[in-house]
């Protein structure tokens, strides 16, 4: 140290300081200041530190949404989150890809509050050309307001997986070929939002909002995209996410959710289609 002026020790110090700093962003990958906007609620949506955590709460007046600056098309889109804790039942927390008109292609989990103790439903569906009507619906292995859970959708032109710490739980294939249309042109924004659904949400409506409770937050962080943004039009022919596949392992974890996890699935409901199930259904 006796070589070193105490003005070199301090650039080293600096140095060190930013390059520390520098990683840090890098782990992080998303920030909320940077790559998001707020789209409702205005001050119920909250950025913390330099935009590495955002937090949505709901009141009796309103709740909060906000998305992406970027539309995607084709990418893995991660986000951790943290659900409204305690008593959560009527409030809907969603999180969402979805382009826009009429005929919009959407991506979406929601997750469905419960009174203390009971199990969060989650949520998912896809939308193609305007029409949705793909509901499963799980109850998960954890629970999601103790911690941080990463929730992903792996979107390429072959399918749309959805993911819960890495598990898929649900695959949707391209199926053009056997006539179903499949999103694939339409650039999509992730959207996430709190809201107030007590008419249908808990138990079938049966449960409504406690406001006495209020305001609800969930808690977002490392949000990640690995990209394939339209600024991008390389995104068809990037290889890596047109020859993606499930391995063994995903396969069986895909079974085990589907089995002991899925508490609703469209493509069994046959009651609700008496003319026969959908033909993604069928194949
Ligand atoms: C709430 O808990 C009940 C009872 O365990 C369960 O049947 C239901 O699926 C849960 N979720 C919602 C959103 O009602």
């Known amino acids: 140290m ?7 020790y301090m650039i080293m110090l600096i140095l060190l300081v930013l390059s520390f700093a520098l990683s840090l962003t890098c782990v992080n990958g998303g920030n909320f200041y940077q790559d998001f906007e707020v789209t409702f609620g ?3 949506v909250k950025r913390f530190g330099r935009g590495q955590l955002l937090t949505l709460s709901l009141d009796p007046v ?3 949404g906000f998305r992406s600056k970027r539309e995607y098309l084709f990418g893995r889109i991660d986000m951790q989150l943290k659900l409204v804790s305690g008593n959560s039942a009527g409030t809907v927390t969603a999180y969402y890809l979805s382009s826009e008109g009429p005929t919009h292609d959407e991506i979406d989990f929601e997750f469905l509050g419960n009174v203390s103790g009971q199990p969060y439903t989650l949520h998912t569906n896809v939308y193609t050309k305007g029409k949705g009507g793909r509901e499963q619906q799980f109850h998960l292995w954890f629970d999601p307001t103790l911690k941080f859970h990463t929730y992903s959708v792996a979107w390429s032109p072959k399918m749309i997986i959805f993911l819960v710490d890495n598990t898929p739980i649900r695959v ?7 006539g179903v249309s499949f999103p694939k042109s339409q650039p999509m924004r992730i959207y996430s939002s709190l809201w107030n659904a007590d008419q249908w949400a808990t138990q079938g409506g049966r449960v409504k909002t406690d406001w ?5 937050t969930a808690y977002y962080r490392n949000f990640n995209a690995n990209p394939n943004h339209v600024a991008a039009t390389a995104a068809f ?3 890596k996410w047109q020859n993606q596949e499930l ?3 995903s396969r069986r974890r895909l079974r085990w959710v589907q089995k002991y996890f899925m508490i609703y699935n469209y493509c069994t409901d046959f009651q609700r289609f008496p003319q026969g199930v959908p033909v993604e259904c069928k194949i």
Do not use: Q
Not at 2 to 8: A, I, M, V
Not at 172 to 178: D, G, L, P, Q, S
Not at 212 to 216: V, Y
């Open 42 to 44: 205005d001050g119920r």
């Open 212 to 216: 006495s409770k209020a305001p609800f």
């Open 247 to 249: 391995n063994a392992w």
């Open 237 to 239: 022919t990037d290889s």
């Open 172 to 178: 949707f294939k391209n199926h053009e070929a056997k």
């Open 62 to 64: 309103s709740g909060s």
């Open 2 to 8: 006796g070589l070193l002026s105490n003005g070199n």
